[in-house]
């Protein structure tokens, strides 16, 4: 009998040692902001039923917080916001690496590029899914106060490995809403006819996208590594045209976004 209750007394007790401690609230501070600081959007490149299994139940280990539905557009909730989703891999942005500890993630169900090789093309985002988009973005952001130059597609954070959201991503309906950075048409169209007269070298155009937040390679060649900077830039900006050439267009909207 008395040792039983000896061992009910030190159950207790040690019940009591690895409770959690008892908090006072009562005073907050002013000096916080949210753990999230960007938002990266993505597409799946494949459809619903295989990208909800990749991003739950898949052995691939990826994730994201957020899985938007194109038929019926229909926004699921996969990984709650204070915890970390694993979307977005070796990553990089504003000299911030590692982008999935400070982030929230969204794919959308897309195909990406299809088709037999030289006839590929990129599937369009429907109407009705991009208002569930929309809604979801500005949700967010919100929220979250992500600042504009932290709204990013997983091709400008992974340029190297990654080219979603791809061209047919209407990054310019964020911007029309204040919601991304986005070069003013007027000032480029002012900036134009000089760099049309003398372009810049690739130490520019590289010193200028880093600038903007990419990592790049700064070693003034045009390498495979920077094209493909280039060419997530004017996939972004400029979706009728993305060789990863450096041009003038792409030399005045890099000005007008990095500029004085
Ligand atoms: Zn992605």
């Given at each position: 009998?008395?040792?039983?209750?000896?061992?009910?007394?030190?159950?207790?007790?040690?019940?009591?040692?690895?409770?959690?401690?008892?908090?006072?609230?009562?005073?907050?501070?002013?000096?916080?902001?949210?753990?999230?600081?960007?938002?990266?959007?993505?597409?799946?490149?494949?459809?619903?039923?295989?990208?909800?299994?990749?991003?739950?139940?898949?052995?691939?280990?990826?994730?994201?917080?957020?899985?938007?539905?194109?038929?019926?557009?229909?926004?699921?909730?996969?990984?709650?916001?204070?915890?970390?989703?694993?979307?977005?891999?070796?990553?990089?942005?504003?000299?911030?690496?590692?982008?999935?500890?400070?982030?929230?993630?969204?794919?959308?169900?897309?195909?990406?590029?299809?088709?037999?090789?030289?006839?590929?093309?990129?599937?369009?985002?429907?109407?009705?899914?991009?208002?569930?988009?929309?809604?979801?973005?500005?949700?967010?952001?919100?929220?979250?106060?992500?600042?504009?130059?932290?709204?990013?597609?997983?091709?400008?954070?992974?340029?190297?490995?990654?080219?979603?959201?791809?061209?047919?991503?209407p990054w310019k309906r964020?911007a029309?809403?204040?919601?991304?950075?986005?070069?003013?048409?007027?000032?480029?169209?002012?900036?134009?006819?000089?760099?049309?007269?003398?372009?810049?070298?690739?130490?520019?155009?590289?010193?200028?996208?880093?600038?903007?937040?990419?990592?790049?390679?700064?070693?003034?060649?045009?390498?495979?590594?920077?094209?493909?900077?280039?060419?997530?830039?004017?996939?972004?900006?400029?979706?009728?045209?993305?060789?990863?050439?450096?041009?003038?267009?792409?030399?005045?909207?890099?000005?007008?976004?990095?500029?004085?």
């Open positions: 009998m008395k040792r039983s209750l000896f061992a009910v007394a030190a159950l207790v007790l040690a019940g009591c040692a690895a409770g959690p401690p008892r908090l006072d609230t009562t005073y907050t501070s002013a000096n916080q902001d949210s753990r999230a600081q960007y938002l990266v959007i993505h597409f799946t490149s494949e459809g619903f039923e295989s990208s909800l299994e990749t991003l739950t139940r898949g052995d691939g280990k990826v994730s994201s917080h957020y899985l938007v539905r194109d038929n019926p557009p229909t926004v699921y909730q996969l990984v709650d916001e204070n915890r970390r989703a694993w979307h977005a891999g070796a990553s990089s942005w504003l000299g911030q690496t590692q982008l999935n500890a400070a982030s929230i993630g969204i794919e959308i169900v897309n195909l990406g590029l299809k088709g037999p090789p030289g006839a590929q093309t990129w599937a369009e985002y429907p109407e009705a899914q991009m208002e569930v988009v929309m809604a979801l973005v500005r949700d967010i952001i919100k929220r979250h106060q992500i600042r504009p130059d932290r709204v990013v597609g997983h091709s400008d954070i992974a340029p190297q490995r990654k080219v979603d959201p791809g061209p047919r991503f964020l029309d809403e204040g919601l991304i950075v986005w070069p003013d048409a007027a000032d480029v169209a002012r900036r134009l006819p000089a760099f049309e007269v003398a372009m810049p070298d690739i130490v520019w155009f590289q010193d200028r996208l880093q600038k903007h937040g990419f990592s790049v390679p700064q070693n003034g060649a045009l390498d495979e590594a920077t094209v493909r900077v280039l060419a997530a830039f004017q996939m972004k900006y400029r979706p009728s045209r993305y060789d990863g050439m450096p041009d003038a267009e792409t030399a005045a909207m890099l000005d007008v976004l990095t500029g004085p």
